[in-house]
């Protein structure tokens, strides 16, 4: 093997060592996460406003229960009150089956209710992929990102490894930076406008700043950032736990700010 075939070999390798870093794997799993909510959502909408042409007065406000529901009954005229009975209760079951027999909606032939059911069944595969790739991230963002996982949750650590680009963007990110990552459109408005800057981004979904008072939002979007981008760090560096300590002194500070 001359020089120039070990150079392309050598370049070869490290682009291979490149695309199987797991935090690559991690930002596709997020990314791909928001876009099955995105779908999941306009196909629900879709579905619902098709579904509620044959049967407006039916309603079931959790959504993986109506789908199945929908599977089951695909339109009114095709109701089977014993599988309605058995997935939503005997109470239910009569109330659905009194609405369908003074439906103002309109008919549905066979056809019509079939392609309601088949489309339900597939919406809940959806719904079923995202718990897949949910637990994906769960399980390799709890690996990866040990530390940033322990303060946060696998799927917040790795949303904030996905919004930073890599973990060795995160982990080059100071305590500020961290803070306000993805809140980037309100920032450019608070330097062009000079309108209030923004407390938090991405790590507002961390429950310790989303039921917080809103007048402690910010200083403990401070404090977590600060732990988040040391945890970054030690995951992306040394590899090392530290989140423990990180998480105690953490905790000092939160009764600190809520005293």
Known sequence: MDKREKF?????????????????????????????????ALLLERLVEWFK??????????????????????????MDRAGIAELLGEEKAEKTTQLAATSMGAEFDEEDG????????????VFHLREEITKYIEKEGGRELRNLSYLTDPVLAARLVS?????????????????????????????RSGTRPPKHGVIFQSPLISTAPLKERG???????????????ADYYSHNFIADKLKDDLEKRLKEIRN
Not at 65 to 78: D, P, Q, V
Not at 222 to 229: D, E, F, G, S
Request: net charge positive.
């Open 8 to 40: 392309l070999q050598k370049a070869k390798d490290q682009v291979k060592l490149q695309l199987t870093r797991k935090d690559l794997l991690l930002i596709q799993a997020i990314r791909t996460l928001d876009d099955l909510d995105k779908a999941k």
């Open 163 to 191: 919004t930073a680009g890599s973990l060795q963007n995160l982990a080059k990110m100071p305590a500020s930076t961290v803070q306000v990552i993805g809140a980037e459109k309100a920032l450019f408005k608070h330097l």
């Open 219 to 233: 200083k403990i979007s401070r404090a977590l950032a600060t732990k988040l981008a040391i945890a970054a760090k």
């Open 114 to 125: 079939k392609i309601i059911s088949i489309f339900a069944k597939r919406l809940i595969e």
């Open 53 to 78: 042409l044959n049967f407006p007065e039916f309603s079931i406000q959790n959504e993986e229960t109506f789908l199945k529901a929908l599977e089951k009954m695909g339109s009114k005229e095709r």
